[in-house]
């Protein structure tokens, strides 16, 4: 039996929480303004707790099982951020309070931005974006403004590799930018040649994942970043690969301009069913006053024995507000409370140990699935998810059969320049005896493939629900449920 | 291992197996990638701290803070002191909702598709609308989300986009920023104050894509946009209204006043004040116009055993399948923050939530009626009817009332002198369900107090 709808359940008449009549004389209601009816459910508290306990029942989570999803640095959450963003200085407090109420918040977000400066190497930090993908916005956005105020008004176009998230050209249209689309070489780098020949005087810059979405290291990274600088072009790096760089490279010592971190992935923020997320943004000295505020700077200088003042600090030709407010404050307590608990050393360990758990599934299941690019990986790997010998069977195939074992499956069918591509991010929290036992789900499914490869096309077998009918939610779209019956 | 809370399971014996394993004498060699000038750069950061040692200063920072838990405050501008109920938090700390992600995998993820499902029809159920997005980050970003809609439907043309001086300035400053790539005019921002949002009408042209005004508008103040959706329609336009959801609870729906896109702020539906966010963006449509919404949709299906279930839909809508064509770059949703305003409506339902709206209503009309008989006060806008805020007009200018009401405990209203040089003197006061009578007479024998000194 499927879980009623929450619609489905109650009675008339019912209600859950109950709350104090006004202590007030009742004031008249605006008789013209009323709506006649509000159809919301009417359930109990009891009932309604049940629905939602037994809905949470029906998900994968990282809580409940390895979650190797690539790109997404499915880590584990540490519980303690989830209480002390709910402290109570912290979750009361509004964000219109004068600034000598608040100076706790203020600090948070303060030495946050100092921390993230120190771990990328860059000048300065704003965390107003709400997500990566705002984060990139404000990259692309600052990068424009950049030439914009230099009175470099003919660069129009934006290079983008074609391994790059589907975000990347779409924040770049978001920006009134062209894109240009620019191929890897056969290691998996940006073809050198190939940016070269698009890097003049009408490029406003390149977006640039490093690692890339192979879960590679930019061989060349320093070159390519030469090439657009030597054309005016700056580069924007997309942080969403942080997780293999902690302590061990700094985005910026590389060159980059600016740069946006998820502190949803690296920083362990929970990823909370596809959001919150929280993309600050770094960057370059030169791009500074650009930045997206306001942002928490000292405004009066702590004098002896004191601690400073912190207030709100516009930047000077900044391209503006990016969301009502001062970001995701909640997620920025979290990813505080993870740095101070991890130090630089931890830090490195981080990502020493999430680059270790990548190498060692992809040597473990190299010799059965399809390696297109055998370098010593970063924090993830991509394999293929099809053999010549096994024509009918497919990536998603594979991520499904997955199911079965108790995993979530591997991100498939991206980055696009794999042919069934099966991203898989093991991360630092997993340890041996779970990377084994995925090793040897996947080696048995490689094996089914081509001993019985009807298992795989008709799972997942064990779990509650089967494949969904994908095609029909499209053609036969019902997007809500009919409340008025 | 000498640091203290790096969740690193691997034992010593592990770890050399694994490097073994993956060809590397040691970790540093895994590495060798990076140019050799940068590698492990030493990081200037404070000694890691164990997790009771952590909790310590995060108590003492959050100590630091003086907020609305410890101190009377009239504070809304856009965030909203409610009660949220216990089990909101309940559901929200479950580790299968908080520790999954997008549920690209359906099979596995009926939970938080169900949710959003759920979700989706509540907000439907609310605004009079068609079909509602999975969320979008807060009230600002969903009407920034709107006007891109807005340019998508009319194909890139109708450059001209209105927006009413009521809405939240912060929404308004927000939409500047997003519009800096594209050739768009938008206007209205300055108009009067004092009209009514018809007002605007002289301002729609065939050029114009979409007009957006809001309900309650940023005063707290209670329009029937009907005349002004008819007006748009006629020029070809559309009518976009950001909402404060917890006056849906009393008031007519935008869709019947002929809204084609609702966007607002989901933070009163049961998320805390938590410095501004994270919080939740509103954005539904009609069924014209749901093919153009941005963000992440869940829609129902059946799966292989003929059980009804829900998947994401429509996807090639998105960035992942349209890359530089796609309207927008948005890819996640608010998804904790949808949950909880799914707990919140569920748990207070058809009668709570009615309860929630008059309860501010009230309390917020008991405010405004006793600062209106103080000596030198008055209400700004006397005549219109609002919602849960209101413009009170001082003797003394806005900041310098604050700093004194402050002095006697009490945080004083969003001072809107900030944004509109029309309102000198003026504060917004927002008084919701929390705030007792006897706060208010508080706060009404402290105004006269203070405006004497």
Not at chain 2, 405 to 433: F, M, P, Q, R, W
């Amino acid at each position: 039996m499927v879980e009623p709808l929450i619609y489905d359940l109650g009675a008339p008449g019912r209600r859950g929480v109950a709350f104090p009549e006004p202590d007030v004389p009742l004031a008249d209601l605006p008789a013209a303004h009323l709506r006649s009816e509000l159809p919301l459910p009417e359930v109990g508290e009891l009932e309604a707790l049940r629905h939602f306990t037994r809905l949470s029942q029906l998900n994968h989570s990282i809580l409940t099982g390895f979650y190797p999803l690539g790109s997404c640095t499915m880590k584990y959450n540490p519980v303690i951020n989830e209480d002390t963003a709910r402290f109570a200085g912290f979750a009361h407090a509004h964000p219109l309070q004068p600034i000598e109420m608040v100076q706790g918040s203020l600090a948070i977000m303060y030495h946050l931005q100092e921390w993230l400066k120190e771990i990328s190497s860059f000048a300065a930090v704003s965390l107003q974006p709400a997500a990566g993908a705002q984060g990139e916005l404000a990259g692309v956005m600052m990068i424009r403004a950049y030439h914009a105020d230099r009175g470099d008004s003919k660069r129009n176009k934006i290079l983008i590799p074609d391994s790059a998230h589907g975000t990347n050209p779409a924040t770049s249209s978001m920006s009134g930018y062209r894109v240009v689309e620019i191929k890897s070489d056969p290691r998996g780098n940006v073809d050198l040649e190939a940016l070269k020949s698009e890097c003049d005087e009408t490029l406003a810059g390149l977006m640039l994942t490093n690692p890339n979405t192979l879960g590679l290291f930019e061989e060349h990274v320093e070159q390519v970043i030469a090439a657009v600088h030597g054309a005016g072009g700056l580069v924007y790096g997309d942080g969403a690969n942080m997780n293999a760089l902690l302590g061990i490279c700094r985005p910026g010592d590389l060159g980059f301009d600016v740069l946006h971190i998820n502190l949803h992935k690296t920083f362990t923020t929970p990823h909370g069913g596809g959001g919150p997320g929280s993309g600050p943004v770094c960057v370059a000295e030169h791009l500074v006053d650009f930045l997206p505020g306001p942002i928490s700077g000292v405004v009066i200088e702590p004098t002896e024995g004191d601690a400073p003042v912190y207030g709100w600090v516009m930047p000077k030709k900044s391209i503006g507000r990016l969301k009502a407010f001062h970001g995701q404050f909640g997620m920025h307590v979290r990813a505080f409370t993870y740095i101070l608990m991890q130090g630089a050393e931890g830090l490195r360990a981080v990502s020493e140990y999430a680059v270790l758990n990548a190498n060692y599934l992809k040597e473990k299941l190299k010799g059965f699935y399809h390696l297109p690019y055998d370098r010593t990986c970063m924090h993830e790997m991509v394999l293929e998810g099809r053999w010549p010998d096994a024509p009918g069977v497919r990536a998603l195939d594979i991520a499904k059969r997955l199911m079965d074992f108790g995993f979530h499956p591997p991100t498939n069918y991206f980055p696009l320049i794999v042919h069934d591509a099966l991203m898989i991010e093991p991360t630092e929290t997993e340890d041996k005896a779970t990377l084994d036992a995925f090793v040897a789900a996947m080696l048995q499914i490689a094996e089914e493939a081509h001993s019985n490869p009807e298992l795989l096309h008709g799972a997942p077998h064990t779990t509650k629900y089967g494949r969904m009918d994908e095609v029909r939610a499209a053609r036969q779209l019902v997007l809500c449920c009919d409340f008025r019956s | 291992m000498s640091y203290a809370g790096s969740f690193i399971p691997h034992t010593e014996a592990e770890r050399e197996e694994m490097l073994k394993a993956a060809g590397a004498g040691s970790l540093s060699d895994l590495f060798m990638d990076v140019p050799a000038k940068h590698r492990f750069p030493k990081l200037n950061l404070p000694e890691p701290l164990t997790e009771m040692e952590a909790r310590g200063e995060l108590e003492s920072i959050s100590a630091a803070n003086e907020s609305t838990n410890e101190v009377l405050s009239f504070l809304g501008a856009g965030a909203y002191s409610h009660y949220v109920p216990a089990g909101v938090d309940t559901i929200l700390r479950r580790g299968e909702y908080y520790t999954a992600y997008t549920p690209y995998q359906p099979e596995i993820s009926q939970g938080t598709l169900q949710a959003i499902f759920e979700y989706q029809s509540l907000i439907v159920a609310l605004t009079g609308m068609d079909a509602s997005n999975a969320s979008h980050y807060d009230g600002a970003t969903a009407l920034a989300e709107a006007i891109n809609m807005s340019r998508v439907i009319h194909r890139g043309e109708r450059r001209k986009v209105i927006l009413s001086p009521g809405l939240n300035p912060q929404y308004r400053a927000t939409v500047h920023t997003y519009e800096q790539g594209f050739d768009t005019t938008l206007v209205g921002e300055d108009s009067d104050l004092n009209a009514a949002p018809d007002a605007l009408i002289e301002l729609i042209d065939e050029q114009t894509g979409i007009v957006c005004v809001a309900y309650p508008d940023f005063f707290g103040r209670i329009y029937d946009y009907s005349n002004l959706a008819a007006a748009a329609h006629a020029k070809g336009a559309l009518l976009a209204i950001s909402v404060n959801p917890t006056a849906l609870g009393l008031l007519k729906t935008p869709g019947e006043m002929g809204a084609d896109i609702v966007t607002g702020e989901g933070q009163p539906l049961g998320i805390p004040l938590s410095f501004g966010g994270p919080y939740l963006g509103i954005l539904a449509t009609k069924q014209d116009y749901v093919r153009s919404l941005a963000g992440r949709l869940v829609g129902e299906t059946v799966d292989s055993k003929g059980q009804r279930g829900y998947v994401l839909t429509l996807s090639t809508r998105e960035q992942h399948i349209k890359r530089e064509r796609a309207s927008s770059n948005i890819c996640t949703n608010q998804g904790l923050m949808m949950l909880a305003a799914t707990v919140y409506l569920s748990l207070l339902g058809k009668q709570g939530l009615k309860q929630v709206a008059e309860s501010c209503y009230h309390k917020a009309h008991y405010a405004a009626d006793a600062i209106g008989k103080l000596k030198g006060y008055k209400l700004k806008f006397p005549d219109i009817p609002f919602f849960h805020e209101f413009i009170m007009e001082s003797p003394l200018a806005a900041a310098e009332l604050n700093r004194r009401l402050l002095e006697h405990g009490i945080i004083g209203g969003y001072d809107l002198s900030l944004d509109y040089a029309a309102l000198k003197n003026c504060s917004l006061l927002a008084v919701t369900e929390v705030t007792s009578k006897e706060e208010v007479d508080f706060l009404v024998e402290t105004l006269a107090e203070v405006s004497r000194g």
